[in-house]
């Protein structure tokens, strides 16, 4: 499992780099934030394809302690490997977030000033959440191969379908409290976040877990 455990880790930090430094980036080269945001989601996506892909046969691939509770609640992970999941996961995310501000010559240790409150948030964070697990059940039942390429695809998308820009990830939404830049998120608004996304989870699992096996 140790091999899972580095897999779930290294997959997370690469993510929040490819977050939080194409964020950098953006803001660096344009002041357009519709721009910034289309920069933003594509280098996300082009990275989830990427770790999914590459990391997925060795542990899953979940990089989400959302998702690890969904197969959590499905009998697919046992409690405590999915409680070293999330830990890795939140601590891969953190660091990625340090890794992405050295490679801008940032202070490591940031906190974010911007705000993320709001029912059209919350509700976009659900819907997202609920989005992205349809996407990996959906497609673990049609086309296990393609869950790469179909979650990338999402999460590009959701970027600018939901008002939220579709953290849909409790690890994402704490590592990017670590940033003071275009991804952040202030830590008070944070824990809504990851409330939500867990609650969609809880209630999402069950749901898609029925759909798609009576397919």
């Known amino acids: 499992m140790i091999r899972n455990y580095v897999a779930e880790m290294l997959g997370t930090g690469l993510l ?13 080269l344009t002041h357009d934030v519709g721009l910034a945001l289309l920069a933003n989601a594509l280098a996300t996506g082009a990275m989830l394809f990427v770790i999914i892909t590459c990391l997925g046969p ?11 509770l969904a197969f959590l609640l499905r009998g697919e992970i046992g409690g405590g490997a999915a409680a070293i999941y999330m830990v890795c996961q939140i601590v891969g995310g953190i660091f990625g977030v340090f890794a992405a501000h050295a490679m801008f010559d940032q202070s490591l240790l940031q906190q974010s000033t911007t705000e993320r409150a709001s029912l059209g948030l919350w509700v976009s964070e659900a ?33 600018w379908f939901t008002s939220s820009t579709s953290f849909a990830n409790p690890a994402v939404t704490i590592a ?27 209630i999402a699992t069950p749901i898609l877990t029925r759909l798609f096996n009576d397919a």
């Open 58 to 68: 060795i542990s899953g691939a979940h990089f989400n302690p959302a998702v690890t």
């Open 176 to 202: 990017r409290t670590f940033t003071d830049t275009f991804s952040g998120i202030f830590p008070g608004h944070a824990p809504a976040f990851i409330a939500v996304q867990l609650i969609a989870t809880v």
């Open 16 to 28: 929040l780099i490819s977050v939080v430094a194409s964020g950098i980036m953006a803001e660096t």
């Open 127 to 159: 819907i997202a959440t609920f989005g992205l697990l349809f996407v990996i059940f959906g497609g673990l039942r049609a086309r296990p191969e393609a869950v790469p390429a179909l979650v990338a695809f999402y999460i590009t998308g959701a970027y």
